[in-house]
């Protein structure tokens, strides 16, 4: 384990400026320091403390500034529950290191776990609570639909006759954000650290190797890795490197009651309430009430001063001047469920700062286009996160792998396309949809469309439901006379359901035309580029003009990124990625790169050349009109790649296809785009060419039995379980990332596999992460699943133990409470072009 420096910032109140800490492993020396910001100090000190209490034989020197009786500005809520997958582990892994600390460390954190409920008082709340309760059977804390009853006995304050029904987390609760920060410095102590104050960072500078030199007024550090975790200081690191963090400071406000005779009367403390129509949490706060409303977009306040010029030079304590005006409709809504509200005395109402980013999730892990330069930024519910991402970040930085899939969280998912007014348009929405319905494929449209839009978006705007994808407009379906048209989301089929069965059976049938440019694209090239993609692949290199699809490996063998690499000249490689992976992919193959010391170029191309993919049977007729190039099966050939003229336009064509059908990707420069795309449409018409999105897509894939990384294949995942076993090469020559583990796990043998699911449904088709049960009990997950046009029929890909995978084994996938018969099928549902041509040829020549 290499030497690493941390900027840090912590969750609880306004504590620590700067942490610097230096740790010994063994013999082992590692530099570590921790710039914390005023708020959210928890994280930084999680961070510290998980490293200096993992078993190693640590020496640690602390550099802070340790503010007495600091006002606290966080009401400190703590809970199981997340609406993603991997973040409620980050929630677990906090809770549990709060329960233990007090022990641990002899000093009280004053943790409360009276548990806590959703309320759900319409309908489609109550949909709501079904759909996560499906995606958290097979997680490992308990969660449960409770009717009203029951909601009352867990707070008896409230007007029932709101409520349709809970969702109750036991074991969730508050703790006070002052006393959990002073109990992990005094682990941290335990475990040998010591404590110097103050110590700011003042400079950041790169040496060649990579190491950073970290100016304090204690002197000059020479660490491995730096760590931003500086909290609404995050910014103002990152510039110091030449970073612009997209995190923006927010104004929150709770109100604090004085005591309410109700409450002091009652026998046990209240649970933990989130109104969701009302859009503001409650609890119990000694014998009077705490609430703290997310206002209306609209009404919300952003800090953007402090983008523009910076944080006050001593911000710390302060508070913002509260505004009760602007949250009068909450509290009212609050005082209609909680009646006692309406006479009970305010003392207190709080208005501090909570930092941004403009999706919510914070930014955590390495960053791309620097070396051993990682952040934990942007934290908007800092408590509940900060223990579980301490851990995060210790076992990755000992590890050189994440424990777990975290990627919604990468820092890396934003780039240049993420400017000011996007972000400032994004924490506006964000704030303010704090509680709105969390529906499947939501889609949010403040600050779209951003500078990334593709060369055919003017063409398509108006034709179809655009979905963002990493900055890119991309169209989801397309619109014919007479649909509903617009984003109508719902749990159950909707206005798209109709028109995408339309787009597959023109994909089947015709030929369809989809907009691809979201991918990421790399060109690698260089003496040791072959050297370099044998080490981060585990598939062989593809030859000159040729395809294949590969897949990059952490130590452990798990699978950290699908992509397709094609060689256009000896040496030389373009890589295609997915959207939501640009820079995460890129980051791992420049890292690598750096660290093997590689004489390689690596470029990203991503902005620079548009993508159209064409697919159907009659793809190849339409190309043929439109280029000199031989066009058919044994001109071009299943997995090849070459320069063609479309059009007259320059196009590289590769002949591959998502949707399993005859089909080509056309990598074309953006200023082409447009020409390339009305040329086909004119020259397809008499073939019934037409638009497909990526719904259609993503049906025609799963018929084909396709894998999708990012829910078949991740970081929780082996490719052996996937059913990757054709991309893996273990017994290539080159020693890739992650061939001794999964040696090694070939030997143990697989616990589980991924398995392939017919669904009868209703009105309703998988998702993905939702519950499979057999007799009663908990066996697996689904990852992805849609409705088959094709075959009529919902369809799943679910990870199952072993002895549950065999053809004709039959199972239940939940769907909105309630389970309906799944039964394991064999794959793919549907074949594939290219193996329906080889059979095809097969049985000609028998013939």
């Known amino acids: 384990m290499a030497a690493f420096f941390l900027i840090k910032q912590d969750y609880c109140t306004g504590l620590l400026h700067r942490v610097l800490t230096w740790v010994f492993i063994r013999w082992i020396f590692i530099c570590i320091v921790i710039a914390l910001g005023v708020k959210y100090e928890e994280t930084g000190y999680c961070t510290g403390y998980s490293i200096v209490s993992a078993h190693y034989q640590f020496k640690v020197y602390l550099f802070s500034t340790l503010q007495q009786n600091q006002e606290h500005k966080s009401a400190g809520l703590t809970t199981y529950y997340h609406p993603g997958i991997n973040l409620k582990k980050v929630h677990f892994d906090s809770i549990k290191l709060y329960e ?30 079904k759909y996560q309760m499906t995606r958290t059977h097979w997680h490992v804390t308990p969660q449960y639909l409770i009717g009203p009853e029951k909601v009352q006995e867990l707070f008896p304050l409230l007007n029932i006759d709101k409520v349709l029904a809970g969702l109750y987390t036991p074991g969730d609760g508050h703790i006070d954000p002052y006393s959990l920060t002073m109990a992990l410095a005094a682990g941290a102590r335990m475990y040998g650290a010591q404590i110097y ?45 030449g970073y612009e963090h997209p995190t923006i400071p927010v104004h929150h406000q709770y109100v604090v009651t004085a005591t309410v005779p109700e409450v002091k009367a009652l026998k046990k ?31 919300m306040v952003l800090q953007d001063s402090w983008v523009r010029d910076g944080v006050p030079p001593g911000f710390g304590k302060e508070l913002f001047e509260s505004d009760l005006d602007r949250i009068m409709e909450h509290i009212e809504m609050a005082m209609e469920m909680v009646p006692v509200l309406k006479k009970a ?33 942007g934290f908007g519910y800092g408590v509940i996160h900060a223990g579980g991402i301490g851990k995060f970040l210790s076992d990755w930085i000992r590890n050189g792998e994440p424990p777990y899939d975290l990627i919604e969280c990468d820092p890396n998912r934003y780039g240049k396309w993420t400017d000011v007014p996007f972000m400032c348009a994004k924490a506006r929405e964000s704030y303010g949809f704090n509680n709105v319905v969390g529906y499947p494929k939501e889609e949010r449209f403040a600050g779209r469309p951003t500078s990334r839009t593709s060369g055919v978006y003017q063409l398509l705007k108006d034709k179809c439901s655009m979905g963002f994808h990493a900055g890119w407009e991309q169209p989801h379906w397309f619109y014919k006379p007479g649909d509903e048209t617009g984003y109508k989301p719902s749990f159950k089929r909707t206005n798209w359901f109709g028109p995408v069965g339309r787009e597959c059976r023109l994909v089947m049938e015709k030929v369809g035309v989809i907009d691809l440019t979201p991918f990421g694209k790399f060109v690698v090239k260089g003496k040791d580029s072959l ?31 699908e992509v397709t690499i094609t060689q256009l000249t000896p040496g030389e490689f373009l890589l295609i990625t997915g959207s939501g992976s640009e820079l995460h992919d890129l980051r791992w193959i420049e890292a690598e790169a750096a660290e093997g010391k590689y004489d390689v170029d690596i470029r990203n191309v991503t902005d620079e050349i548009g993508v159209l993919g064409i697919a159907g049977p009659n793809s ?9 190039e031989d066009m058919s099966d044994a001109g071009f050939k299943f997995l090849h790649c070459k320069n063609i003229q479309l059009a007259g336009l320059p196009v590289r064509a590769i002949r591959i296809s998502y949707t399993g059908e005859l089909g080509w990707e056309l990598y074309i420069d953006q200023k082409n785009m447009a020409a390339v795309y009305q040329a086909m449409m004119e020259a397809g018409k008499d073939e019934g060419i037409d638009n497909f999105g990526t719904y259609a897509m993503a049906s025609l894939r799963l018929e084909k039995g396709f894998r999708g990384w990012g829910a078949e294949m991740n970081c929780d995942t082996n490719p052996l379980e996937a059913g990757l076993d054709y991309f893996i090469k273990l017994n290539k020559p080159a020693d890739f990332i992650g061939k001794a583990a999964l040696q090694e796990i070939k030997a143990n043998g697989l616990k589980r596999k991924l398995s392939y699911l017919s669904v009868k449904t209703d009105d309703i088709d998988p998702e993905g992460n939702e519950t ?76």
């Open 100 to 129: 233990t600390l007090e022990a641990e460390t002899g000093q009280a954190v004053g943790f409360h776990q009276p548990g806590s409920v959703r309320i759900a008082s319409t309908a489609a709340r109550v949909d709501e609570m």
């Open 197 to 241: 104050n103050p110590a700011p960072v003042t400079g950041l500078t790169q040496v060649s190797d990579g190491k950073w030199d970290v100016q304090t007024p204690h002197g000059t550090i020479r660490a491995n890795r730096i760590v931003n975790t500086a909290g609404f200081w995050a910014r103002e690191v990152g510039q110091m490197i």
């Open 269 to 299: 403390e209240l649970a933990v309430i989130r109104d969701l129509e009302g859009s503001y949490y409650m609890r119990q706060e000694r014998d009077g009430l705490l609430f703290g409303p997310y206002e209306q977009m609209e009404k």
């Open 345 to 377: 005395d305010i003392i207190n109402v709080v208005s501090g700062p909570i930092t941004y980013t403009p999706d919510l999730l914070p930014m955590v892990g390495p960053h791309h286009g620097v070396r051993n330069y990682w952040t934990a930024i």
């Open 531 to 561: 050297k370099l993609l044998d080490r981060l692949f585990a598939n062989s290199m593809p030859k000159v003009g040729q395809t294949n699809i590969s897949h990059m490996l952490t130590p452990s063998g798990r699978v950290f990124a």
């Open 620 to 628: 190849r007729k339409v190309l043929q009109k439109l280029t000199d």
């Open 772 to 847: 499979i049960w057999h007799n009663g009990k908990v066996v697996g997950n689904t990852t992805s699943g849609a409705y088959s046009y094709s075959s009529q029929q919902s369809l799943a890909f679910g990870y199952l133990p072993l002895e549950l995978c065999s053809v004709g084994q039959q199972v239940e996938v939940e769907l909105l409470g309630k389970k309906y018969p799944a039964t394991v099928i064999q794959e793919p549902l549907v074949q594939t072009e290219p193996t329906r041509t080889r059979l095809a040829k097969k049985a000609k020549a028998k013939a």
